[in-house]
């Protein structure tokens, strides 16, 4: 005997099954998440053992974490699985981590007699991070002082001038401060930039270390130490690593810290005289 009613629950709203279109997560994406609302664009990507993250600044600059789950975010109101894009080599990004145009296929270039010193190592590996390509296409190296105090015997010993210059990326570069006196008269060839901050951890954005701010040590404390023991951190070396992996690109830095980089990057690729 033949069914006169068919399937009665084909087709039921409350069986039929929508499909949620996947969405690569490319740079820039702006979508948001369907459980809190927050709304940015895809700056990222994160790893752990709980599985794939993508990184969404909103419109602030706040950064926040969000796992890749099925049907998580939202696109026009519409729900969507974003994944993580698989970048064929036809379509590697065109801007490097410092937003300047990315140049493919670069090969090592000799090193340029200009050069741009840092204070310690930790600023060296944030510079090499945001800003290795450019200063590879330029051939510009970056060395590291191992403390300010050795910058006049340094300076002798290059010996700048034309062609040959040297600029400094200098921690807490605020008027009345050690690092302004030592700091001052160095000559046409020589520029001194840098960034209010105590310590160059502080140039990082607190919000994509998922900090609300950084916390405040006494005078006499050391600020690494004192940083790490207010955040649970551990050691300086273990806060370090939490530094360095939480940068990714400019946007992960204060504005400060940019500024003072560009200006060596120009001044030190000028050719001739002084900045």
Not at 29 to 36: F, G, K, Q, R
Not at 197 to 206: E, L, M, R, S, T
Not at 232 to 244: A, F, H, I, K, L
Request: aromatic share 8%; hydrophobic share 40%.
């Amino acid at each position: 005997m033949s069914d006169r009613y068919g399937d009665i629950f084909s087709g039921h709203p409350h069986t039929a099954r929508r499909t949620v279109p996947r969405v690569d997560a490319d740079p820039d994406l702006v979508v948001e998440d369907a459980a809190s609302g927050f709304c940015g664009a895809v700056v990222g990507f994160d790893r752990s053992y709980d599985g794939d993250f993508v990184k969404l600044e909103d419109a602030r600059g706040a950064v926040r974490l969000f796992a890749l789950r099925e049907a998580a975010f939202l696109i026009d109101g519409e729900p969507v699985t974003l994944v993580r894009p698989r970048t064929p080599a036809a379509a590697r990004p065109t801007r490097s981590a410092s937003g300047s145009t990315r140049v493919e296929g670069l090969r090592a270039k000799v090193a340029a007699p200009s050069r741009i010193w840092v204070e310690g190592v930790h600023d060296a590996a944030l510079v090499e991070r945001v800003w290795g390509h450019d200063l590879r296409v330029e051939g510009v190296v970056v060395e590291h002082l191992e403390g300010l105090d050795n910058l006049a015997a340094r300076l002798t010993d290059f010996g700048p001038g034309p062609g040959k210059k040297v600029g400094v990326l200098v921690d807490h570069l605020v008027t009345g401060s050690k690092e302004t006196q030592l700091t001052t008269g160095l000559g046409e060839y020589v520029l001194v930039t840098g960034h209010p901050y105590i310590d160059v951890w502080q140039a990082v954005k607190p919000a994509v270390l998922g900090i609300p701010e950084w916390p405040r040590v006494p005078r006499g404390e050391d600020w690494k130490t004192g940083v790490c023991r207010r955040l649970g951190w551990g050691t300086p070396q273990e806060g370090w690593r939490r530094v360095y992996s939480a940068v990714n690109s400019f946007r992960d830095l204060e504005a400060p810290l940019l500024g003072a980089v560009e200006r060596l990057i120009d001044f030190v690729t000028e050719p001739g005289g002084p900045f």
